[in-house]
T-cell receptor, first 115, second 116 residues
Framework: AQKITQTQPGMFVQEKEAVTLDCTYDTSDPSYGLFWYKQPSSGEMIFLIYQGSYDQQNATEGRYSLNFQKARKSANLVISASQLGDSAMYFCAMRGVQGAQKLVFGQGTRLTINP | GAVVSQHPSRVICKSGTSVKIECRSLDFQATTMFWYRQFPKQSLMLMATSNEGSKATYEQGVEKDKFLINHASLTLSTLTVTSAHPEDSSFYIC????????????FGPGTRLTVL
């Protein structure tokens, strides 16, 4: 079975600072994908970044980067130069080979950016 | 990017009535769609996988007779909550899978259901 763990229920960061949101996972699949989604108060799920288990380099998308440490089974999201609009819930999710495209989500982290 | 819509965005109904929620992929065809439920301050929980032209696959613990799913076309899946009760009040989100750069799921904006 696949499992995603996000141990930070809430994070508070000053505007313009960098923030790291933690995500650890557990799976027996040899191949898997890791996703990060942002959910603002409006409720929609916004795709941020993807890391494949066989990717050699850590994924980056603008201000978002993924610190992928395969041996430690962690896939932390790093947001650089945080902005007020980054305040939202952030979910880490995993898709495995056996899951038939299904996503398993972590508990989420509520990020609050303070001015 | 791929766009998924949901209708309605909000619905309030009386206990015992049935409610239908539509999920549409607007600019792509989706043979597979997913339905999630999210209670306040909780994560998304997968309810079922909707496959075009075949029966949906429900996750353990989800009542298939209560949550009817129909995926009649490549762009439309519907979730019907039958005989709704207050405990069914939740945020329902659909997603559609398409083979893109990351083979990711694209999510609809969600439907907030309140059962009185």
């Amino acid at each position: 079975a696949q499992k995603i763990t996000q141990t930070q229920p809430g994070m508070f960061v000053q505007e313009k600072e960098a923030v790291t949101l933690d995500c650890t996972y557990d799976t027996s699949d040899p191949s898997y994908g890791l996703f990060w989604y942002k959910q603002p108060s409006s409720g929609e799920m916004i795709f941020l970044i993807y890391q494949g288990s066989y990717d050699q380099q850590n994924a980056t998308e603008g201000r978002y980067s993924l610190n992928f440490q395969k041996a430690r089974k962690s896939a932390n999201l790093v947001i650089s130069a945080s902005q007020l609009g980054d305040s939202a819930m952030y979910f880490c999710a995993m898709r495995g080979v056996q899951g038939a495209q299904k996503l398993v989500f972590g508990q989420g982290t509520r990020l609050t950016i303070n001015p | 990017g791929a766009v998924v819509s949901q209708h309605p965005s909000r619905v309030i109904c009386k206990s015992g009535t049935s409610v239908k929620i539509e999920c549409r992929s607007l600019d792509f065809q989706a043979t597979t769609m997913f339905w999630y439920r999210q209670f306040p301050k909780q994560s998304l929980m997968l309810m079922a996988t909707s496959n075009e032209g075949s029966k949906a696959t429900y996750e353990q613990g989800v009542e298939k007779d209560k949550f009817l799913i129909n995926h009649a076309s490549l762009t439309l899946s519907t979730l019907t909550v039958t005989s709704a009760h207050p405990e069914d009040s939740s945020f329902y989100i659909c997603s559609a899978f398409t083979s893109g750069q990351y083979n990711e799921q694209f999510f609809g904006p969600g439907t907030r259901l309140t059962v009185l």
